[in-house]
């Protein structure tokens, strides 16, 4: 039976307090301005929807802050003057500002607490302040009187202290800040500039200050936007300040803050907008495109489908380049024409203009003194010339891209900014309603932006604008190592001045106490900062030298200088294979004593990929664990490799190097001698279909025909017949076996069912979504078990079935593009494999008991115990040759166009003839190379700093060419300061050459080809080629057994399909969706399981994000959508209306009054073959058994009896579940489990749920579940 509620538990009634009736109405009060001015601005409350608030700019600060400060009595903060000591500014003497560079301002100099106050160091235990500000005193006017809406703060009906920093921390249980962070975080809203050193808790520090605003009443969740350059960033930021938001709305919190049920509610509803850089500015054209006026829905198109646009643009024009280049390299300086452009937002015509002055001012020079030719040019001044020209070709191809890509509405990203920053400029509407909608903003990473995206944040929030605006700018002028990407170093000077405050530039705060790195490491890193700062002539640091944070380990500083790479490379992989057989023996002693060892974590940072191979195979050699991290792309994973194969034979069957990486791989498993029978079979087909040719050929002559016919004909067999080999290839033979000889049975077989599947796929394709087609794909070579059971799912590292689901990702989004097939898609795939490093895998993640190798570029923001940096020599430095400049570089537009600070046109350079122009460019060439080598400087240092305990560097005197070198210039300073950290250093008078000693010069090889992934491909290919002088012999006539299999085929297919039943291997992971869909449709369930093709979002998935997100930020879970919740039939769609219906309801049930244990609980449980994986709603303490009980959230109608039961399953594993978490904390409990259909308010309870046993014996049978009984 079951058992049917109206609620679970009666809430008591309740009566709106006057508190929450003054939130609901909004505030109306005004106050004074702490400047002077009185405020009249009344503000809407900020905590409804963004549809209903006013949309009107707001200019003045809120007056939350305001009321505050003039609420000081005079003995504790004087004057309520901005300048004077407020609760957020700490003592004058730190707003001293001091000249960073012509183009910004120093930030100021923090003082640094001397031993003896190392006891306060992180604040004043007596009042809870920074040290250097006053405390508050008790506020004499109520927040409720403030004219500011109403986001949920402490002060609603009363007048508590302001909170402090410190006393939000221990609030939300989270460790104390530092003196600095607190100084941070407790500023004064308004503009601000952070700068903030490697590992000194930036994001937490972000976190806090957006939490300690929004509970001092100084901003509402929902005036928030946080923008970084990741989504992975994105989500973590937004992760932790929701996840802080809600512990302020938890019980002890709320009563701490004197928050009422009103405000709670409130602040649980509401949440933070984080975003992308990108995705900000896709939205800004999605909402104002039409003023540009452009396409407001145009798609974002892939690095791929841009270089194919290209493509497709030159080759129309391709006799026009046809020269000195080929047409792939004039795709590529297209491409890059294209990007540069929109960067600098400059219009085709101004680049065009631009460049024929700068054509013109270079013909009109003076001849060079002593020139020997005529025109008095030399060969810097030809070099540019022709540059100009080129410039002035690839112009209009640029512009056909244009056009191109509005026929196809789609533009890149960087299109997408640069229209966003021209909407921010020429319409003050855009920046207003930005300003209205968003209070505080969070500026992520800000030394990575682009002059473009810089333009677009100072139009839209910057100017000084409106003084009533936080926008907060984080960033490390030593972690800017993207320049190569279009960041622009000077952002981060820029700042105070692009978003001043009313009374001068904006105030610059630090954070220099690192949680990461010991002080042994970071005294490397501060001297590499020192040689950086120095050597580019700053007046001061602009920030001061990183400090250990008390708690960190010591550390242990190596630098090593060898002979030769080689010995290099044995040095490196000899300390970590000690280092890691040291961590082992920890482990079993830490064990042996009952306790969780630390894993054992290192890295091996290199400049270049190339670096990574040896330094892998010398520490496989020694038996240490390795991962390559991002070496190659998504496409070169083995499983996606073979799919895509497989997906190329579909298409093209005549394609060999697919159908070699298909049969030789794990998925079909031929051998050399297979795969040569394979071989000489498509040869012999070959010649069949060669000499069918010839004789239809013959006999369609006709003397009678024109001559032009004949002519055609002729030119048509002359271009066929010598590459008849590639018109079949080994898919047409595996199609097509006939009497093969020499190839085994087991092998016939095989290539058999590959041929029988590629038929069914290929008759498929022309029907099938591509998506599905990929999935079909999957299934059939059986990659998805192939790779679980390569290594445990489970076990740290194992990537599982993310890269094929990766790989589904893309197949869905190119799939988007109109007239999208399966071959465009290969050739998409073709350009992402040659343009965009083979397409994202995805995140890096650290790994635990290996160690990985990786370039520095991708370890920025990552930790590691033990670090080593090999190879530290002068190949660190940038490459001169590769600079470009615009007076010699096509692709580079003329200087003066974009508006950047930093770029000198022909009006700045002191040219009077053409060896004056010689010298410019190579002054401009010095110039750009000097920025590259601090950018290199910086890399370098961003390489220490990812050290916890260790960090070992490393270089050589001789490079694998024989040739000496010398160690990279900032680490032969490391070594020249600290001798006593050197290993083993050789020093360059020490380096013996013996006769004979420098290896051989390396054979050149043309072409290059890439290796056989495998070695097994390897030697087949060799055997392959010595085969092709013995072709095999042909066989009998075979016209009529291949019509016979054919048909044969097709019949069984036919059989296949009409059988009743088939055996349908069920997958090693399910949800307890899956269950329930097993036991409601037993066949349909089969088919999915077959054909795992993705739901498509519907009205339910909407429901699930909306519903449940709210339902969770209630009880302060994540809101992490689970996919049983997501696609749940049972549930129906909810509209606007029907959403705030279902809030009402779930209200009143009692439901929110109570305190969960647990929101999405994650599971993971055995069930026969299978795992179960999924998240519990909620689960609560039973107040009738004193157990626990787990309650489904249901939006939709009640389901009938036989729904009922089938749903049962569900609570049946999600009880069992619970009941193994507490059997392994060693607890045992009695547990129920209901849904609680939302809508009705009505509880249902099944009274006998089946056991893991029972469920596992009906999946193995196929049997419905029978659950409880009515």
Not at 2 to 21: D, H, I, K, L, V
Not at 189 to 203: C, D, E, R, Y
Not at 999 to 1009: C, N
Request: glycine residues 8%.
């Amino acid at each position: 039976m079951e058992t049917t509620r109206r609620s679970a538990w009666r809430s008591p009634s309740r009566r709106p307090s006057a508190t929450a009736s003054s939130c609901a109405a909004g505030w109306t009060a005004s106050s004074a301005d702490p400047r002077g001015s009185p405020s009249s601005t009344t503000r809407p409350a900020p905590m409804r929807s963004r549809g209903t608030r006013s949309r009107s700019t707001r200019s003045s600060p809120p007056t939350s802050w305001r009321s505050r400060a003039a609420a000081w009595p005079a003995s504790a903060a004087g004057p309520t003057e901005r300048q004077k000591t407020s609760p957020a500014r700490c003592s004058s003497t730190r707003r001293r500002r001091r000249r960073m560079s012509p183009s910004g301002t120093n930030p100021p100099r923090v003082r640094r607490s001397s031993p003896s106050s190392a006891s306060s160091s992180r604040g004043s235990p007596s009042t809870g302040a920074p040290r250097g500000c006053s405390p508050p005193s008790a506020r004499t006017a109520s927040i409720a009187a403030s004219s500011r809406s109403a986001p949920p703060g402490p002060r609603e009906g009363r007048s508590p202290m302001s909170v402090s920093p410190f006393e939000l921390a221990a609030l939300l249980g989270q460790p104390r800040p530092t003196e600095q962070q607190a100084a941070v975080t407790a500023a004064e809203p308004g503009p601000m500039l952070v700068v903030a050193g490697a590992g000194a808790g930036k994001t937490e520090t972000m976190a806090s200050r957006v939490v300690w605003l929004v509970a001092n009443g100084l901003a509402a969740p929902n005036e928030v936007l946080g923008l970084t350059f990741t989504r992975k960033a994105a989500q973590q930021l937004k992760r932790r300040i929701r996840r802080r938001l809600a512990q302020l709305a938890e019980p002890a919190a709320a009563r701490g803050l004197g928050l009422s049920e009103e405000q709670r509610r409130r602040l649980s509803e509401a949440a933070p907008t984080v975003r992308t850089y990108d995705s900000f500015a896709g939205s800004i054209v999605t909402e104002y495109g039409l003023l540009a006026p452009v396409e407001p829905g145009a798609r974002v198109l892939s690095q791929a489908e841009k270089y194919a646009v290209a493509d497709q643009v030159v080759a129309t024009r391709g006799e026009e380049f046809a020269g000195d280049k080929s047409l792939s390299t004039v795709t590529g300086e297209v491409v890059s024409l294209f990007d540069a452009l929109f960067e600098g937002s400059i219009t085709t015509r101004a680049a065009a203009e631009g460049t024929r002055e700068v054509r013109q001012w270079i013909a009109s020079l003076d001849p060079a003194p002593r020139a020997r030719s005529k025109d008095g040019m030399n060969a810097e001044s030809r070099k540019a010339l022709a540059a100009q020209e080129r410039r002035l070709a690839y112009l209009p191809l640029v512009e056909d891209m244009i056009g191109e890509l509005k026929k196809r509405r789609a533009r890149s990203f960087g299109q997408t900014t640069a229209i966003a920053a021209t909407l921010a400029a020429e319409h003050p509407r855009v920046g207003a309603a930005q300003r209205s909608a968003y209070r505080v903003i969070m500026l992520d990473e800000y030394q990575d932006t682009s002059h473009l995206q810089r333009r677009l944040l100072r139009d839209l929030f910057g100017g000084a604008r409106d003084d009533g605006l936080t926008v907060n700018a984080v960033g490390d002028p030593m972690q800017g190592i993207y320049g190569w990407r279009g960041a622009t170093a000077t952002n981060l000077k820029n700042f105070p001045r692009d978003f001043p405050a009313q009374d001068g530039p904006a105030p610059v705060r630090q954070l220099t106490t690192s949680f990461r790195n010991p002080g042994e490491v970071l005294e490397l890193a501060n001297d590499v900062s020192d040689g950086l700062f120095a050597a580019s002539g700053e007046a001061t640091r602009p920030v001061e030298p990183l400090e250990p944070f008390a708690g960190n380990a010591e550390g242990e500083v190596t630098l090593s200088c060898v002979a030769d790479a080689e010995e290099e490379i044995a040095l490196v992989a000899d300390g970590l294979a000690g280092r890691y057989r040291d961590a082992l023996e920890e482990a079993r002693r830490e064990r042996a004593a009952g306790r969780m060892p630390e894993p054992f974590t290192a890295a091996v940072l290199v400049r270049q990929n190339d670096q990574l191979a040896p330094l892998e195979e010398a520490l496989n050699a020694r038996g240490v664990p390795t991962e390559i991290v991002g070496l190659t792309g998504l496409l070169d994973v083995p499983e996606v490799a073979d799919a895509l194969a497989a997906a190329t034979l579909v298409a093209r069957p005549q394609d060999n190097a697919a159908a070699l990486r298909l049969l030789a791989g794990p998925a079909v498993g031929l051998g050399t001698r297979d795969l040569l029978a394979l071989h000489n079979r498509a040869r012999h087909l070959a010649r069949l279909a060669r000499d069918r040719g010839e004789d239809a050929d013959e006999e369609a002559t006709n003397a009678d025909e024109p001559a032009a016919l004949a002519k055609l004909k002729q030119a048509v067999r002359e271009a066929r017949l010598p590459n008849s080999d590639e018109i079949v290839g080994l898919g047409d033979a595996a199609g097509d076996l006939g009497e093969a000889t020499g190839m085994s049975e087991e092998g016939r077989e095989r290539v058999r069912r590959v041929a029988a599947a590629l038929r069914e796929l290929r008759s498929k394709s022309l029907s099938l979504p591509l998506t599905e087609l990929f999935t079909e794909i999957i299934g059939v070579l059986g990659l998805r078990t192939e790779v679980l059971a390569r290594a445990d799912p489970r076990s740290d590292g194992a990537a599982g079935t993310v890269h094929l689901d990766r790989l589904l990702e893309y197949v869905a989004g190119f799939e988007s593009i109109p007239g999208m097939t399966l071959s465009r898609l290969l050739d998409l795939l073709a350009y992402a494999r040659k343009h965009d490093r083979g397409l994202e895998r995805g995140e890096v993640v650290v790994r635990g008991d290996r160690v990985q190798l990786l370039t520095v570029h991708k370890a920025k923001g990552l930790e590691w115990q033990h670090v080593v940096i090999p190879h530290c020599t002068k190949s660190w430095e940038p490459t001169k040759g590769k600079i470009k400049e615009y007076l010699t570089g096509a692709t580079v537009p003329p200087a003066g166009l974009s508006g950047a600070d930093d770029e000198l046109d022909i009006d700045d350079l002191e040219v009077e003839n053409h060896t004056d122009l010689k010298k410019a460019i190579a002054a401009l060439r010095g110039d750009l190379y000097d920025e590259q080598a601090e950018e290199a400087r910086r890399l370098f240092y961003v390489a220490l700093t990812r050290a916890e305990k260790s960090v070992t560097v490393t270089a050589h005197r001789r490079n694998d060419k024989g040739k000496e070198t010398e160690p990279f210039e900032p680490f032969q300073r490391l070594h020249d300061a600290r001798p006593d950290a050197a290993g083993t250093w050789l020093n360059s008078h020490e380096v013996e050459y013996g006769e004979g000693a420098r290896p051989a010069k390396p054979e050149a090889r043309f072409p290059s080809l890439p290796e056989a992934p495998e070695p097994g491909i390897a030697e087949g290919a060799r055997l392959v080629a010595e085969a092709l002088e013995e072709p095999a012999e042909s066989g009998e006539d075979e016209t009529s057994r291949l019509w016979e299999r054919d048909v044969t085929a097709l019949v069984d297919e036919r059989r296949a399909r009409e059988a009743e039943s088939a055996p349908v291997e069920i997958s090693a992971e399910l949800t307890a969706s899956d269950l329930v869909n097993a036991s409601r449709d037993p066949v349909e369930f089969a088919r999915r399981q077959r054909r795992p093709v993705p739901f498509k979002p519907n009205s339910y998935a909407k429901r699930g994000t909306a519903f449940h997100e709210w339902v969770e930020r209630h009880f302060g879970g994540g809101a992490l959508i689970d996919e049983d919740e997501l696609f749940d039939p049972g549930n129906a769609d909810v509209s606007g209306r029907q959403l705030e219906d279902l809030k009402e309801s779930f209200l009143a049930s009692g439901w929110a009054e109570h305190t969960p244990e647990s929101v999405e609980l994650p599971f993971e449980i055995t069930v026969g073959p299978a795992v179960v994986r999924g998240r519990m709603d909620a689960v609560f303490r039973d107040p009738d058994t004193g157990g626990y009980l787990i309650v489904d959230w249901k939006t939709g109608r009640q389901p009938d009896a036989e729904d009922r039961r089938n749903a049962a399953i569900q609570l049946a594993v999600y009880k069992a579940a619970l009941e193994k978490r507490l059997r392994a904390a060693g607890e045992e409990a009695p547990i129920r489990a209901m849904f609680f259909y939302v809508r009705p308010g009505v509880a249902v309870e099944p009274d006998d749920l089946p056991g893991t046993e029972e469920l596992a014996r009906r999946l193995r049978l196929g049997e419905a579940p029978g659950g409880a009984a009515d």
